[in-house]
């Protein structure tokens, strides 16, 4: 079956980041779109105002005879009373990840940007090329970008932007025609269990890719030949020097760590891009970014000046404001290396102490990363621990944030269990000095702690 066969479209949980923007792209290419969640939200609101039925609270009665297609997520459980009386109905029922497989069958070149990290600000990069070049590309990725109003676009046929996310293989469902892939590291362990589980599933994923395809890939990645074997695939890699077709030359930082570097394409200088994001790994993530563009034949101004234009989007080191003259950044970051290449960022500025709020993301990958979560946070002056956002997992027992503030005073570090948002803000307000850079960091609702310390100034 194919898009175009179907007509009524469901979506159970509709009011997710990605299940939302999908169900908004149909709904503008004439698609009836109805959905339910369990909660109602500024996001099932704009649904709603769109002309979307959405029903707050699922039940078997929001299937009605007229649906021919049912949605849902991983995040739904089987017993769901509405996915039960989906399978029961006469609609077909597909998962979130066949539906973006058969999105991308509607498109002549459908890109997904993929790795363990990166993907939301590279995608956005790859987004603002195309942007610039006036493709007018169709997007859907992970973070609120501001060219787009939104973390989705609808645009024409030719290119369709895609932030792409290994959790439980989901991208194996997906029909790129190419790809980036930013890094493979241990992550979603509760899913993969190891890191061989990890390799295996991104070399299926580049398995995917065409013959008359590319991939973009970072050469630095470990066992490398491992992800690539079996391709039939172009292969594209970018690195740190001449050993990879792209790498950049003559790095340099200015006082807010934001790079500038000369693109270099098989030892001929390309172009020169000026970034106005932190971070080295920023000067790889928009060479990937530049790579890709500049392979689908994307003049080399516009690439530059879509990379030159992004500025961010939303928990990707954003900042929120400041209260006693401490700024508050934002960051997503939940793995160790994102943590690491976060730190490097604040460290560029102008700073007297750098503190972090770390709120561990699942117990599942806090107990595996334990020790390297430990490392790299003992670069900070301070760290405060909120107990762990369980997420999609159970207490296991095995791990807490105690046991991670524990393990940063083993090795050197200086790290306070708080446990909550209200005993982290009180600690904050009564021993954080003034010049100091104070970061909110996780994948889940910390964020809300460094909004409130900055609107009770």
């Known amino acids: 079956m194919k ?78 009373a509405e996915l039960v009386a989906a399978r029961k109905s006469r609609a077909d029922v597909i998962d979130r990840a066949e539906l973006v497989g058969m999105l991308m069958l509607e498109y002549k070149h459908p890109i997904s940007v993929a790795g363990t990290h990166g993907k939301t600000t590279t995608s956005s990069m790859v987004t603002e090329i195309f942007l610039a070049a006036g493709t007018d590309p169709t997007v859907s990725i992970g973070g609120m970008l501001p060219s787009i109003k939104g973390n989705f676009k609808v645009g024409t046929q030719d290119y369709f932007v895609l932030e792409t996310c290994e959790y439980k293989d989901s991208f194996l469902k997906f029909n790129p025609h190419s790809a980036i892939i930013l890094n493979v590291d241990a992550d979603h362990l509760d899913y993969f269990k190891n890191i061989d589980n990890i390799y295996r599933s991104f070399n299926a994923f580049a398995k995917r890719v065409p013959s008359d395809g590319f991939i973009v890939i970072n050469k630095e990645i470990p066992r490398l030949d491992e992800v690539l074997e079996g391709t039939a695939c172009r292969v594209i890699t970018y690195g740190k020097d001449s050993s990879a077709d792209w790498y950049p030359m003559d790095i340099e930082y200015d006082t807010m760590g934001h790079g500038a570097y000369k693109a270099v394409y098989k030892g001929d200088v390309i172009a020169e891009v000026t970034l106005m994001i932190p971070g080295e790994h920023n000067v790889y993530n928009s060479l990937s970014a530049f790579a890709l563009a500049y392979t689908y ?91 762990i956002y369980a997420s999609r997992e159970k207490d296991t027992g095995l791990v807490s944030s105690r046991d991670l503030a524990d393990k940063i005073n083993e090795l050197g570090g200086n790290a306070e269990y708080c446990g909550t948002f209200d005993k982290a803000e009180n600690y904050i307000l009564q021993n954080c000095n003034p010049h100091t850079m104070l970061i909110t960091m996780g994948a889940g609702d910390v964020y809300k702690l460094g909004e409130k310390l900055v609107s009770a100034k």
């Open 3 to 80: 898009l175009s066969d179907y007509k009524n479209i469901h979506f159970i949980g509709i009011g997710g980041i990605s299940m939302s923007s999908l169900a908004e792209i149909l709904f503008y290419k004439g698609f009836t779109i109805s959905g339910s969640d369990g909660t109602a939200s500024a996001v099932t609101d704009r649904l709603k105002e769109l002309g979307i039925t959405v029903h707050i609270g699922q039940s078997a009665e929001n299937i009605t005879e007229d649906i021919d297609l049912a949605v849902y997520t991983a995040a739904v459980p089987e017993d769901n």
């Open 297 to 387: 034949g994307i003049d080399k101004k516009a690439i530059v000046k879509g990379i030159e234009s992004y500025k961010g989007t939303d928990r990707r080191f954003q900042y929120k404001g400041s209260f006693k003259d401490i700024t508050v950044i934002d960051d997503y970051a939940h793995h160790p290396t994102e943590i690491s290449a976060t730190i490097s960022s604040a460290r560029a500025n102008d700073i007297k102490e750098l503190w972090i709020v770390f709120q561990p993301h699942t117990y599942t990958r806090t107990f595996a990363l334990l020790d390297k979560f430990a490392e790299v946070l003992c670069k900070a002056d301070k760290v405060l621990l909120p107990d």
